[in-house]
């Protein structure tokens, strides 16, 4: 009688395995279809938030502490008096500030004396007017003082929104469902192949019934 090879043996298990996981993959269409149809979905009922960026040069003493003078600018430039002047010169009332301003910041150009002024609204008008309306209310305010402001960029209508990034975010969410999907189809074949791993220790093999002579 002839023998099974051993790398025969060992490679069978492997081929069942296979046979049962092809079918499976097709876990992988159905769960990026369904992540990709979800996102798009998402995507489109959120409001796009646009970004509308000012730059003001500020002219500081020679000497002193540059960096305690900026900080300083800083938090005059965020506070409650230039705001209202901002508001003033847009002609609009906190209200309607409210209901259009998403975001705002201040931070300085590493290394030198430029403030960047960020304006985030669901309006890409109001952003820009915002901004602009902000750099010279702060401007106006720093004629008698130590620090001479100017503004170095205005901003500009920007079309393209800052949230949502529909490009990222759709394939971020096509690289994550195949992942996912692969790993669903994995561990569904892997159950599938156990199951039948065991099904024939389970089957316990019933005696033959002895038919008695009528």
Request: aromatic letters at 6%; one cysteine or more; hydrophobic letters at 45%.
């Amino acid at each position: 009688m002839g023998t099974n090879h051993p790398a025969k043996l060992a490679s069978a298990p492997h081929r069942s395995f296979v046979r049962i996981l092809l079918p499976c993959l097709a876990v992988i269409p159905a769960v990026w279809l369904a992540a990709m149809a979800g996102t798009t979905a998402y995507l489109f009922t959120r409001l796009p938030i646009y970004r509308a960026t000012a730059k003001v040069l500020l002219e500081v003493p020679r000497t002193g502490a540059v960096d305690t003078l900026l900080a300083n600018e800083i938090v005059r430039l965020d506070s409650q008096p230039v705001l209202r002047s901002t508001m003033m010169l847009l002609r609009k009332t906190p209200d309607e500030v409210a209901d259009s301003l998403h975001a705002k910041s201040v931070s300085r150009l590493h290394g030198t004396t430029v403030l960047t002024l960020r304006v985030d609204s669901t309006s890409r008008e109001f952003a820009r007017d915002f901004a602009n309306g902000w750099a010279s209310a702060y401007q106006q305010t720093t004629q008698s003082g130590d620090a001479k402001a100017s503004v170095l960029e205005p901003a500009v209508l920007e079309w393209t929104p800052v949230y949502p990034n529909k490009a990222k975010a759709l394939l971020l969410t096509a690289l994550v469902s195949v992942v996912v999907g692969l790993v669903l189809a994995v561990g569904l074949a892997g159950l599938l192949h156990l199951n039948r791993k065991a099904t024939p220790a389970s089957v316990v093999a019933q005696p033959p019934k002895n038919e008695g002579n009528i």
